[in-house]
């Protein structure tokens, strides 16, 4: 379906007067830079056992974790072969403009930040950070990452040789409180929420446009696929997030 020009310019009416904008982000965003769904055809769970990822698996086997961990960041990163695309540049630029306060996004691969987006709320973690599980410290992943690749699992906190695990959320865990926080505050004060790239289906985050809806929100989708809020949204964009997110960008500086 293609994007109509008199809904695109009525979005960027919203946008321009809103107080607040908010976008939530979701796998479609990062698909369209070479990452593979998690969940979808062909996808991460299809090659990999989602249990081996799950919290009691990190208790009671950190090291074999953390081997099966090493081949799902090559099966899902391409080794760091990843960059943003046009549809993460366009969400950092209309930030830098002071048209979008914050993304509030399910991916866990840094591309917003790596575009230039600074309010990112990351509601399931990041990869690009590991957390010490004895000390609550923490570092950069790739040199844990690495150390792993070379045999040595689990890698540990270099300041008190606990236990160092992925600053994700894995199987079994709880989302982090304050991160759910925050992002259900801006659901809440939004003018303007954008679902992008999000099949809307995974709680809690798929609550957020709904919340924002309840209280007035102009609710805007960007997908593929019909979602289970597309009846309720004010603007449904069935298309390419690579594609749409510019055009919006563009008819909001205009």
């Not at 008199?6 to 990062?30: F, K, M, N, P, Q």
């Amino acid at each position: 379906m293609s994007v109509d020009e008199s809904d695109v310019r009525a979005v960027a009416r919203a946008i321009r007067d809103a107080e607040s904008v908010v976008a939530l982000t979701g796998a479609g965003v990062s698909t369209a830079s070479g990452i593979p769904d998690f969940r979808g055809e062909d996808g991460i769970w299809e090659r990999h056992d989602p249990m081996d990822f799950h919290i009691d698996r990190f208790r009671a086997d950190p090291g074999g974790f953390w081997r099966d961990r090493v081949q799902l960041q090559a099966s899902a990163f391409d080794d760091g072969n990843v960059a943003p695309n046009a549809a993460h540049e366009a969400l950092a630029a209309l930030e830098s403009a002071g048209h979008l306060d914050t993304v509030v996004t399910q991916n866990i691969d840094g591309l917003h930040q790596d575009a230039g987006s600074e309010d990112v709320i990351e509601i399931h973690g990041s990869a690009a950070r590991v957390v010490c599980r004895d000390c609550s410290q923490r570092f950069d992943a790739e040199p844990a990452m690495e150390r792993a690749r070379d045999g040595d699992l689990p890698p540990t906190c270099d300041d008190c040789d606990g236990t160092l695990k992925p600053d994700t959320v894995l199987f079994g865990e709880q989302l982090p409180e304050h991160a759910l926080m925050q992002s259900q505050a801006r659901a809440e004060n939004a003018d303007v929420f954008l679902a992008v790239g999000s099949s809307l289906t995974v709680e809690p985050a798929a609550s957020l446009p709904r919340v924002a809806a309840e209280r007035g929100a102009t609710l805007v989708l960007v997908n593929l696929e019909s979602t289970p809020l597309s009846d309720r949204a004010d603007y449904d964009f069935r298309a390419d997030v690579t594609e749409a997110l510019p055009e919006l960008r563009r008819a909001v500086e205009e």
